[in-house]
């Protein structure tokens, strides 16, 4: 069964510092897709990154960067030199190809709070 | 592109009356989501649709609650009676392909009282 795991539940940082949020999924299919999420104090769901079990190269958008590694199952997100504006939930996702399950099971989420 | 729309943004009624929330669903996104997030559950798929014929519904929590999508561009999702328990932040969803990324309406706040 596909699920994802987001352990940490909250985390607290100073402005410019970096910080990792961990995602950990599990799944049985060979082709899969993993997301993350952003939901910002003002509630909508912003999409961040959408990445296929293929393509193990990491990737980075700004501050953002993403690593995946098959071998750990984990598709971790890091932001460097944090701003007050990153402050908010961060959800990981997982779809898999060939689910007859849930199209797309979501982490707890991370709530993530940046301190000037 | 407009996005996922969603109305209304708020919407504060009494236990016992019918809510309905409403959906426009990116244009070209054959498939459209609804979600409940609560503080105690997270994230719940409700129901989704694909090519405006509902595929699972099997996260709908009740028959008082019931989705429609009577054509490509607009979904409804109809609580009757509502209760209090049914507060929670509803949201739509649409995209491309099932594993395709799903863009997320703003979101409808429903409070019952």
């Known amino acids: 069964a596909q699920k994802v795991t987001q352990a940490q539940t909250e985390i607290s940082v100073v402005e410019k510092e970096d910080v990792t949020l961990d995602c950990v999924y599990e799944t049985r299919d060979t082709t899969y897709y993993l997301f993350w999420y952003k939901q910002p104090p003002s509630g909508e769901l912003v999409f961040l990154i959408r990445?296929?079990?293929?393509?193990?190269q990491n990737e980075i958008s700004g501050r953002y960067s993403w690593n995946f590694q098959k071998s750990t199952s984990s598709f971790n997100f890091t932001i460097t030199a944090s701003q007050v504006v990153d402050s908010a939930v961060y959800f990981c996702?997982?779809?898999?190809?060939?689910?007859?399950?849930?199209?797309?099971?979501f982490g707890k989420g991370t709530r993530l709070s940046v301190i000037a | 592109d407009a996005g996922v729309i969603q109305s209304p943004r708020h919407e504060v009624t009494e236990m016992g009356q019918e809510v309905t929330l409403r959906c426009k669903p990116i244009s070209g996104h054959d498939y459209l989501f609804w979600y409940r997030q609560t503080m105690m559950r997270g994230l719940e798929l409700l129901i989704y649709f694909n090519n405006n014929v509902p595929i699972d519904d099997s996260g709908m929590p009740e028959d008082r609650f019931s989705a429609k999508m009577p054509n490509a561009s607009f979904s409804t999702l109809k609580i009757q009676p509502s209760e209090p328990r049914d507060s929670a932040v509803y949201f739509c969803?649409?995209?491309?392909?099932?594993?395709?990324?799903?863009?997320f309406g703003p979101g409808t706040r429903l409070l019952v009282l």
């Open positions: 990445r296929n079990s293929f393509d193990e």
């Open positions: 969803a649409s995209s491309f392909e099932l594993q395709e990324t799903q863009y």
């Open positions: 996702a997982l779809s898999e190809r060939n689910s007859g399950n849930t199209p797309l099971v």
